[in-house]
């Protein structure tokens, strides 16, 4: 096959008005990612020639967000079929075979439905190829209009269609395939005469037809094509995302006890044989490998949990963090920047941060690096088959040695050597017979105050 040239358009010009956000709106988060990284990623898996993003004037967030793929600029927003003219200066004095274009709001679309889109347009040597989907309920898309073959003649909006046409339950999901060789010539000839007085992309498939080109539909659920207007919009996006991520780790492998508990990020990577509780949230960059166990109630981000590690319940795992091979964190540990040895186990109540623990250390209940003065930040070094004392502190910076020991309750400031154990605490001091005439001074006390109320 001769070598073809794909080049991918991603209108993200849209105030999102409708939002009401400061933030552009290809830049909310689905799955903690912005948008436009979920239409990037599936754009960049068809490995096409060239990606070009169109982006309104104040959105430097967008035009950095989009990098390395080259930004067009969109001045005023005048509509799709506007915003696809206002990326021609992309393409000087280049020819394309075919051009995708896809709406930055249109988020969960998949590489796959892009690619059957260009087949379908390379087969029938369509014009254009425009991906619908069937929506019963009342909807504001716009309407897909066959002729008696099958084929696409029109795409009318929802606030120009008569009655018979917003009866079509094919819609328009927005995102189209056009020969190359055509695009910028029918988009040059658009026109705003119409209802929202604005540049509607989906008016070349009209263009193209009545100068005798062909207009072909291919279908793909809805459940992908859900495009993001609004908040309301955004939660319905995220919790298909989060059914297709969760799905997708169960088909790896990793057992789900509630899935629809368990939130995930586009980017977690999860091993075979692993479990994960009820109520996890797994934010951005992180790795569980294989046999790992999250049990109820973590928050994990940031972080490599290593095989067959145990977490939980009620784990908090920051960025950095690194839990070694086979290494239990208990109820209520927190970690932070730290390397946590394989076999090590720190089970409740801790705080570690900036921490190096060494293989089958222990650390007690309450155990607290105390890692920050308030301007810098220091480095806690645990050696291997150390035991913390339950409640030590270690004011770091601090280096305690393999095999060192500190005592429960103990202020540990200065390092401790290999093997050797660590004791600060005040020295106890036992008082025989105290508590005993005590609590008979304290009895006499209160009886006497009795009486003098009564008097
Ligand atoms: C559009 C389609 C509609 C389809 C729907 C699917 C047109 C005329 N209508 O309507 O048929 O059913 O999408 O979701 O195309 N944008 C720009 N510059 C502009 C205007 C829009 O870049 O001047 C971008 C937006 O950022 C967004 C996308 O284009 O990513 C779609 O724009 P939007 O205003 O949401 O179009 P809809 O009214 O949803
Ligand atoms: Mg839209």
Known sequence: MPQTRLAIIVLAAGKGTRMQSDLPKVMHKLAERPMLRHVLDACERLDPWRIVVVVGTDMPSVEAFAKPHPVAIQHEQRGTGHAVAAAQPAFEGESFDDVLVVYGDTPLITSETLARMVRERRITGAAAVVLGMRVDAENAYGRLVLDGHGNLVEIVEAAEATPQQ?????????????????????????????????????????????????????????????????????????????????????????????????????????????????????????????????????????????????????????????????????NFVELKNTKFGRGAKANHLSYLGDAEIGEKANIGAGTITCNYDG??????????????????????????????????????????????????????????????RFRETKRRAKAAAARTLEE
């Open 166 to 330: 917003l009866a079509i339950t094919l819609c328009n999901s927005g995102v189209m395939a056009i020969d190359g060789s055509m695009l910028f010539d029918l988009v040059g000839r658009l026109s705003a005469d119409n209802a929202k007085g604005e540049y509607y992309l989906t008016d070349v498939v009209a263009l193209a037809c009545q100068e005798g080109g062909l207009a072909r539909v291919v279908e793909a659920g809805v459940e992908e094509l859900v495009g993001v207007n609004s908040r309301a919009d955004q939660a319905i996006a995220e919790a298909i995302l989060q059914r297709r991520l969760r799905a997708a780790a169960m088909a790896g492998g990793a057992t789900l006890i509630d899935p629809d508990t368990v939130y995930l990020c586009a980017d977690t990577i999860i091993g075979r044989d692993v479990v994960i509780g009820p109520n996890v949230v797994i934010g951005p960059g992180v790795t569980l490998q294989d046999r790992v166990e999250i049990k109820a109630f973590c928050h994990i981000d940031g972080a490599i949990i290593r095989a067959g590690a145990i977490i939980g319940p009620f784990a908090r795992l920051r960025p950095g963090a690194d839990v070694g091979e086979d290494a239990h964190i208990g």
């Open 375 to 436: 301007f810098f930040k220091y480095r806690t070094v645990i050696g291997a088959g150390a035991f913390i004392g339950t409640n030590t502190s270690l004011v770091a910076p601090i280096t305690l040695g393999d095999g060192a020991m500190t005592a429960a309750g103990s202020v540990v400031t200065t390092d401790v050597a290999p093997d050797a154990t660590a004791i600060g605490r005040a020295p106890q001091i036992d008082k025989p017979g105290h508590a005993a």
